[in-house]
């Protein structure tokens, strides 16, 4: 009876263990969406100065990477354990999702770029199904279909499509760049149980943006970059503002911070449940260009906001998927069979 009783004790202390991690990690991916969510807020006023999107880009990368050289260093065993990774993180995470969305959109209007962008949590959730053969809830599924919904309304997709082949691939390349973001973050969350080191989510960051600089600088070729923008003033909503306060925001903010909480969010919670919370950036960055740059919202983007909120709560709210033959049936999304 007393082994019993300390049984349960041990159960439920893993329980208050596993809750406590998840709301930290829930908060991890708050901050990881507001962080990137107010990258737009400092890039156009910058942009608007004289400086090319691909060259505020390339700034942005270029400058975390700097700003992470220490810790690369400290963790320069990864490049022998987990080159992979490491090229992968680079190539997707960091170059991928960026030039993809950019060239997008010179082709197709923003909105529509940012709605194919943020099909990335739906394309996450069929990976882990049907990829990685994993249960999925119902929870996040409907957490994603609410989220997709809530976006389209928030970006007003319907005020502007134009039909361009190629800028509509481009922008789900950008989408399934932002899926290899979420799943390469997830990469080592339970690496200790088959024996291998677990690889530290800031070394992989410092290198996957090592690794997209590099490709980054081919692409936007800053050698042609007029340089006297940064030393002058960038207009904000009438305000000016230092263009190197608004590169600081850019790098450290925009980037090193919302890279860092958002992998370390995707281990604390799982790369499902992170990529929907992550859609709360594109309310975030309406909100803040609402407050900051004096574009309004309109009713549909309030109430698209919201439709968004409720989506990620629902999301994150769901507990992970247990193995099929501990899952019951009627909360998950598979079969009665073995998942396939």
Not at 158 to 170: N, Q, R
Request: proline share 5%; with cysteine; aromatic share 6%.
């Amino acid at each position: 009876m007393h082994g019993s009783q300390g049984s349960q004790g041990s159960t439920g202390a893993q329980e208050s263990r596993r809750s406590a991690g998840r709301g930290f990690g829930l908060g991890l991916a708050l901050v990881s969406a507001l962080a990137f969510g107010g990258s737009g807020v400092a890039a156009k006023p910058l942009i608007e100065a004289g400086l090319d999107s691909l060259h505020v880009v390339w700034l942005r990368v270029a400058g975390a990477a700097l700003v992470m050289l220490p810790v690369a260093w400290r963790n320069r065993a990864l490049v022998r354990e987990r080159p992979l990774l490491l090229a992968g993180f680079g190539l997707l995470a960091v170059a991928g999702v960026q030039a993809c969305y950019f060239a997008a959109l010179s082709r197709i209007p923003v909105g529509v770029a940012l709605l194919i962008e943020y099909l990335a949590p739906a394309l996450v959730l069929g990976w882990v199904r049907f990829v990685q053969r994993k249960p999925v809830t119902r929870a996040a599924a409907l957490g994603v279909v609410l989220a997709v919904d809530g976006l389209a309304c928030v970006v007003e997709v319907w005020s502007g499509l134009s039909f361009d082949v190629l800028g509509l691939l481009l922008a789900l390349g950008a989408a399934c760049c932002q899926v290899g973001y979420f799943v390469l973050s997830d990469q080592g969350s339970d690496a200790g149980e088959d024996g291998r080191s677990v690889p530290d989510p800031l070394g992989v960051i410092a290198y996957g943006l090592l690794v997209g600089a590099a490709l980054l600088t081919v692409i936007a070729r800053p050698w042609g970059m007029d340089w006297s923008v940064l030393a002058g003033s960038a207009d904000m909503n009438g305000t000016a503002v230092p263009a190197w306060l608004l590169l600081c925001w850019i790098v450290l903010l925009a980037t090193v911070v919302a890279y860092v909480t958002g992998v370390v969010s995707v281990r604390r919670l799982s790369p499902q449940v992170a990529g929907v919370v992550a859609c709360l950036e594109a309310v975030i960055a309406t909100v803040l260009a609402w407050i900051m740059l004096g574009e309004h919202l309109s009713a549909p983007q309030l109430f698209g906001g919201a439709v968004v909120l409720v989506g990620a709560f629902i999301a994150q709210s769901s507990k992970t998927a247990a193995p099929p033959a501990a899952v019951e049936p009627e909360t998950v999304l598979s079969s009665s069979k073995s998942p396939v």
